[in-house]
């Protein structure tokens, strides 16, 4: 049967790649958002036109830019062969966040003057403003990150409003419905891609959920005012979390504190509370308030023995212990533990958290022995660590805004730090959709797992303010300058937060990463693979090490073990000494090298780049690179019509062409990536028929690596002072190490399996899988 319609776009296609397909999905982005532009131009500040009912709810039916495409995606050789995870069955849902970036309202609802959905104007903020509203209908998904309610005000009129979904995730209920009273503060009126205009919210504090019986709401709205007493109120309360709506129960004993009478308001009956609202709060993971209403729930003990009073005791604290453990703060938590064993030296939950407190204490002073700690099991998931960071710490630089430095000397192969992410998404294990957000103003989109990040950023912060300071110190890119105040403020109960922000931090600071199949037995070995690859890959915020900055002659590499990070030293760094790390897989043509760095902002200054930059070689030698690339594409064809030996001199020309373009007057004792490849190439070629040329091509894969390696036949001496520690190189090392064995020289042979191992730890952060890989010694 064949249709006359025409088919949508996409489905024209037999097959597609993620690549065509991101491509098709910008280039009808680009359209959308010049057409909204246009149209946000033309209506900006002209009346509202009131919709009728009818049509606000027909406006409810999912519509805006959300893709399934159904043609399953193949895996080609395309451009971007870092894209790893299986592509079958893969979709694409993408959406625009349709506001340009914006701040927060910062007023308290008390200052905002009350206005009326027929007084909005298109395309404006309406500042000093606030809409009164309640929800007619259930939620419906408006686009794949946008929630879209039919909303109408005290005077009957209705309007469509979206509430971007950080705002819905980090409203404590999770899901608005029918019927919920809340107020838009300082709404913003904006145009959609369908000619209409809808109210939207995107920062999570500017919508306020108001109780049925607020006195705020008019009257004909308002129930009557539930008149329970603060006893009553705390029993609504232990029935709510009997029953495990948290939620509820936390606004019950809200509820009963501020329901308690001056005469009610003793030191007993207001503890019980705290104490109660602090269990709810644990369980929501609200750990500030859960904290602090824990330690309002300690009762001073009476002089004589109060049985009691001790048993409350040890709850309340037993509480603070635990918000205090998940806020990273362990000196709280093990003192909140220790006036527990004062008083009841046998309990055994907290011994058993006592101790587990003490090991992180242990932790953050000497570091974890992580792969003891954990096992390879703890891979994708969140471990039970403490951060280790004494031994770094952030200063400013001369010219890249804030470094890391080393406070004390670091020996090649140290730990510098292992820090536990602050948010963390591991990789999804059947990723059939992905996310695309590309606010119209913006150049670049926040795709797949990033998103994720931005989300429980955003939820972790708005649940405990007080962690605001750690992210909102983060460089947040040009737009964003410093924030002189780090503190969030807290508004109405809710802690002001620009998500627009957080987005832009999150671009600049997170790790993502992918296992590469090449580097899966290197065990934890990862990849930092932002933009695009970061689709598949697990994804994290760690705060501290995002003051560390780039140098493709970096002195630490870092690795992931579960959701910790860990930075090795590559060569000893001295105290003082700044901290650099790869923020990009390096690439040795310095075009391509470069181009991924200013998606950071910054052109690489380290001698390596200053070399590339100025060798007058350099085009000659990125020719010459594209020729090889050309040639490896090619070589199941090569092979077969030429012989192998013919087929490696092909390679070793080459190899003595793209030499030449590194003149020793601007590489010295640089690595030489261009050669790379090509040697790689040939010690594998030559491994079985002629095992010494093998050797050397994979003593100069090494040297291309920047490492200078001098042997006798029983010792070596190596220079590392700008070498990059690689899975090639551990892979070259131990080819040698095996040759020297095989040729009688076992001392020799077992110390550069040392060096290889050592190397090996550095580029996967533990020693696991390294005997699998290469055998006992
Ligand atoms: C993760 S932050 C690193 C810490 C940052 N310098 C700060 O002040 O907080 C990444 C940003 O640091 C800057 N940066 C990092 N490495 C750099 C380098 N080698 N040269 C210039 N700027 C660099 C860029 O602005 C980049 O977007």
Known sequence: MTSTSSPPPYTAQPTITVAQKLELVQAELEVAKLRLRKQAGERQGKQRVASSRRAVLQRL????????????????????????????????????????????????????????????????????????????????????????????????????????????????????????????????YRSVLDEDCVLCVDHPSDIVFLDAD????????????????????????????????????????????????????????????????????????????AYSDALAGVRVLPKQPDPLAEIQNVRALYRAGRAAYELGAFDNALSAYKSITAISPFNEDCLRELKRTQSRIVEQTTGVNIWKATGPSAHGTKVDHADFLRRTEARQTAHHGRGLFAVEAIPCGDIVLSEKALAFVPSPVDPKTFNLVIPP??????????IDIWTEVIQRIVADPSIAPKVLSLYAGPNYPPLENLDVPIVDGSPVLDIFRIENIIEYNSFGYGHDPELTSFGNAALTTPGLNNMDGSMGLWVHCSAMNHSCLFNAEHSFIGDMIIFRATRDIAKDEEITTLYKEINADYDIRDAALRTW?????????????????????????????????????????????????????????????YPEEYYHNLPRLGLITLH????????????????????????????????????????????????????????????????????????????????????????????TRYGKA
Request: proline share 5%; with cysteine.
């Open 61 to 188: 039916v999912p519509r805006v830019v959300k893709q399934a495409l159904s043609p399953p995606l193949e895996q080609t050789s395309s451009p971007v062969p870092e894209i790893h995870a299986p592509l079958d069955h893969r979709r694409i849902a993408w959406n625009m966040i349709l506001s340009e970036e914006h701040p927060p309202s910062g007023s308290a609802l008390a200052s905002l003057k009350k206005m009326m959905l027929r007084d909005l104007s298109m395309e404006t903020h309406h500042s000093g403003k606030m809409l009164l509203l309640r929800t007619i209908t259930a939620s419906s998904m408006h686009s794949s990150m946008q929630t879209a309610y039919a909303v109408e005000d005290e005077r009957g009129d209705i309007e469509l409003l979206t509430i971007h979904d950080f705002a819905v995730t980090t409203h404590p209920s999770k899901a608005i419905q029918n019927g919920t009273f809340f107020v838009v503060k300082e709404p913003f």
């Open 214 to 289: 607020s006195p705020i709401l008019p009257d004909a709205w308002r129930s009557e005012v539930i008149d329970r007493s603060s006893v009553e109120w705390k029993q609504a309360g232990n029935h709510a979390l009997q029953d495990q709506q948290f939620v509820e129960a936390e606004r019950c004993y809200s509820r009963a504190l501020s329901a308690l009478t001056a005469a009610q308001a003793d030191d007993f009956a207001r503890g019980i509370i705290h104490r109660n609202r602090a269990q709810a709060r644990l369980c929501l993971h609200r750990h500030d308030g």
């Open 441 to 450: 103003g913006a150049t670049r989109g926040t795709f797949g797992t990033q």
């Open 601 to 661: 902002g910054f052109s690489c200054d380290c001698k390596l780049c200053e070399a590339d930059r100025t060798c007058p070689e350099t085009p000659t030698r990125k020719h010459l690179m594209e020729q090889t690339r050309d040639l490896l594409l090619q070589l199941p064809l090569i092979k077969a019509l030429v012989e192998p030996r013919t087929a490696v001199m092909m390679f070793e020309d080459l190899l003595v062409k793209i030499e030449k373009t």
């Open 680 to 771: 790689r190439y040939c010690a594998f070629a030559y491994a079985r028929a002629e095992p010494e040329k093998s050797i050397e091509h994979a003593l100069a894969c090494i040297e291309a690596h920047g490492y200078k390696f001098t042997m006798t036949d029983d010792n070596f001496e190596i220079d590392r002072t700008n070498a990059m520690s690689a899975p090639q190189v551990v892979d070259q090392l131990m080819n040698v190490s095996r040759y020297k064995a095989m040729k009688g020289q076992t001392i020799l042979a077992g110390k550069i399996r040392e060096l290889a191992l050592q190397i090996y730890i550095i580029v996967n952060g533990e020693p696991s899988g390294f005997q």
